[in-house]
T-cell receptor
């Protein structure tokens, strides 16, 4: 079983749409959670951390459900520039282990 | 700040040869560096974690004799793929972290990646 699982998509949405991705993780000892964004053939870039209380950064909202072992990312008012692959990342062992999901591809169309 | 470079960005080599990939932190001291491998349309897979001056810790299933990691200084880690074969063709990405900076422990800065093609 993979440590982190995501729906690969692609999610094809029009500009202005709201889209949500989920990610499940298998290790209940996981300590921290993040969403990264990766553009084609580029390195991943940190988008936001995910807290139990939920957190919001502009059009992006992240949620964590420890009981069900999943995290989510909501993007409101999608922009063309949001088109990318979104990677769910789970860490444990005091940030000495980082496990990436395979990513969910988002295509925002005009 | 917090820039990580990798060299080369793309390398093509013949089967059986060895390839060295460098990962450098340009404006900070990287106490920990991570090496990942990413196959097309797959996730980044953590290969190993290295702390400056000590041996790397390899993930299960990663051959330490095939993927030699050296983190001899606070700004440089190298990954050597020994006796490369076509199945080693992949995108290799390093990331670096500075635990002494006072910044959050989870922050890791990624290099741009090295595309290895073994023919």
């Amino acid at each position: 079983r993979k440590e982190v699982e995501q729906d690969p998509g692609p999610f094809n949405v029009p500009e202005g749409a709201t889209v949500a991705f989920n990610c499940t993780y298998s290790n209940s000892a996981s300590q921290s959670f993040f969403w990264y964004r990766q553009d084609c053939r580029k390195e991943p870039k940190l988008l936001m951390s995910v807290y139990s209380s939920g957190n919001e950064d502009g059009r992006f909202t992240a949620q964590l459900n420890r009981a069900s072992q999943y995290i989510s990312l909501l993007i409101r008012d999608s922009k063309l520039s949001d088109s990318a692959t979104y990677l769910c990342v789970v860490t444990w062992d005091n940030f000495n282990k980082f496990y990436f999901g395979s990513g969910t591809k988002l295509n925002v169309k005009p | 700040g917090a820039v990580v470079s990798q060299h080369p960005s793309w390398v093509i080599c013949k089967s059986g040869t060895s390839v060295k990939i460098e990962c450098r932190s340009l404006d900070f001291q990287a106490t920990t560096m991570f090496w990942y491998r990413q196959f097309p349309k797959q996730s980044l897979m953590l290969m190993a974690t290295s702390n400056e001056g000590s041996k790397a810790t390899y993930e299960q299933g990663v051959e330490k004799d095939k993927f030699l990691i050296n983190h001899a200084s606070l700004t440089l880690s190298t990954l050597t793929v020994t006796s490369a074969h076509p199945e080693d063709s992949s995108f290799y990405i390093c990331s670096a972290r500075d635990r002494n900076s006072g910044r959050p422990s989870y922050e890791q800065y990624f290099g741009p990646g090295t595309r290895l093609t073994v023919t």
